[in-house]
Structure formats: structure tokens, C-alpha cells
């Protein structure tokens, strides 16, 4: 019992650890975060699903990098741990659809933060690679769970 306590407070340790990382990434040091925005400026919202992402295929070679790799692939990977740790920690998110819930909405409630804090865009696509990333999470749980 006393070892299941232990990778409990391990798993939590890293969630908290990893959440603040991740919270600094979207807010604070990502680069193209808009540090000069004032309350009136125009806040930036995209709901056409997958507009972002096709807009991002038609990329030259000096965009490469920080169009695929950091918002595309940086989307879906950094989302990767949060969708493992969640049903690690917490057996109610061990249900697909109640993890997809708060998942989504947690996504949702961080994007609309970066849209009112001008710090970024609100996008759609930022969800749905978000949300992939964290199913991919999800996956790796059940799969080492029951290989473990």
C-alpha cells in the first residue's frame, strides 16, 4: 500500500511539474506571444476548424521549424503527458468520455485565457492537436496499465 502511495505522490509531482511548464510555455515564453498588447487591442479568435493547420502546409523552408514543428507537432506532443497522467491519478478520468469532457473543456478554458490575456490566438486547431495529443496520452495509460 505504502508503494502505491508513493507512485501516487510521484505522479502528482510531475503533473504539478509539468502543468507549470506548460502553463509558462502558453503564456509567458512561447515566441510568438504578444507582450505589447494593451486591453483595447483586438482580441484574436479563430473557429473555422483546420483553417491554422492547411494555412501552415503552404509553409517556405525559413518557416519550417516554428510552423510544423513548434505549433503543429508542439500541439499534439505537449499535451501527450497531461492525457497519461490525469487516468493515472485520478480514476474518474479513467472513462474515455469523462476524460474527453474535462480534457476539452480544459483546453478551451487555456485558450480563451490566451485570447483574453493577449498572449495568443483562441483556436480551434490549437484544440483539436491539443485534444489528439491528450488522446494519445490516454492511450499510452491503458496500454501500460494493462501491460503493467
Known amino acids: 500500500m505504502k508503494a502505491l502511495n508513493n507512485r501516487k505522490t510521484i505522479l502528482y509531482l510531475l503533473l504539478g511539474l509539468y ?31 483546420f483553417h491554422t493547420i492547411l494555412d501552415m502546409m503552404r509553409i517556405d523552408e525559413h518557416s519550417f521549424f516554428d510552423k510544423i514543428i ?3 507537432i508542439g500541439n499534439i506532443l505537449g499535451f501527450i503527458p497531461i492525457g497519461f497522467f490525469l487516468p493515472a491519478i485520478f480514476k474518474k478520468f479513467r472513462s474515455f468520455g469523462k476524460f474527453s469532457l474535462f480534457f476539452i473543456g480544459m483546453i478551451i478554458f487555456l485558450e480563451l485565457s490566451q485570447m483574453l490575456l493577449h498572449v495568443g490566438v483562441a483556436d480551434i486547431d490549437d484544440v483539436i492537436l491539443n485534444y489528439l495529443g491528450g488522446i494519445l496520452g490516454f492511450l499510452l495509460f491503458k496500454f501500460f496499465r494493462h501491460k503493467f
Open 19 to 49: 502543468s507549470i511548464l506548460l502553463l509558462f510555455l502558453m503564456f509567458i515564453a512561447y515566441p510568438g506571444v504578444n507582450r505589447l498588447a494593451k486591453p483595447n487591442d483586438k482580441l484574436s479568435l479563430n473557429l473555422t476548424p
Open 70 to 72: 513548434v505549433n503543429l
